[in-house]
């Protein structure tokens, strides 16, 4: 088997108002020249946590090996962009002429990669993971937009605001600049408590709306919010929902431990379908 290869890009994004990078890792049969005509590929977004950038997640997942040692992910084209300190929100103060985070990931990002790469626009070939703000961003995101994405995962997420709202004064300087003086966010886009019961009804009603996985660390900093996100969505009985406790701190996981933990989730759906 071939080697995947790892593009680096950077380029002006309107809805940040300045320049800013991704990573795409491809295929080995896209990197060697010997892609399929007309084949295309599922789509798998990354975000990394707080600070980090496009390289964290390359290099702290070896995203480079993925395929050598899964050869289940031989279709997947993983994209990683750079979220800095957003918790990919849509800033209302100072930063709105800018710095729409939210805006960038879930419009403009995508048709971004759906111009540059052979990806289907499906839901169901489409995911979208991340890690602690990461992870925040990738639950927010993914479950606000179920046209676009068919699966939808975080590992140690920042997976309650109005928690981290409310016990974390040392970041309310920063939050007000996203969500604004109020620091109101009940029952909008960024309650995830909201979002999912709205779900939870939209797949009652026969509409389609996006798998759930949600991991977290047994020593994990963040382990009151997701344990309480995890006890409100096990009772949202209609949505397609997995949850994973795994060993270790507020991480991907030990030696990416989660991430492996969540593939193997993202792939059953795949092989499930295939077997039909």
Known sequence: M?????????FYSEALGMMTRIAAVLPSEMSSGKS??????RTLYIFDGA???RENPLRDLSLDTLERTRKDCSDLIIIVPEGNFSFWTDYVLE???????????TEELISIVRNLFPVSEKPEDTAIYGCSMGGWGAFMCGLNNPQTYGHVGAQSGMVDMQWA???RP???TKHRRQFGDDLYITGGRYDLYSVTEKLNQAKKEGRQVPRIYQGWGMEDYLMEPNEKMHEHLQKLTNLDYTAAKIPGPHSWGINGYGFSVFLDWLNKDRVGKEEK
């Open 165 to 167: 709202i409310d016990v």
């Open 36 to 41: 399929v005509r007309n084949k295309k590929y």
């Open 2 to 10: 071939g080697s995947q290869s790892v593009i680096r890009g950077e």
């Open 95 to 105: 930063y709105r002429y800018g710095h729409q985070y939210y805006t960038y990931a």
């Open 170 to 172: 040392f970041m309310l």
């Open 51 to 53: 600070g980090g950038s």
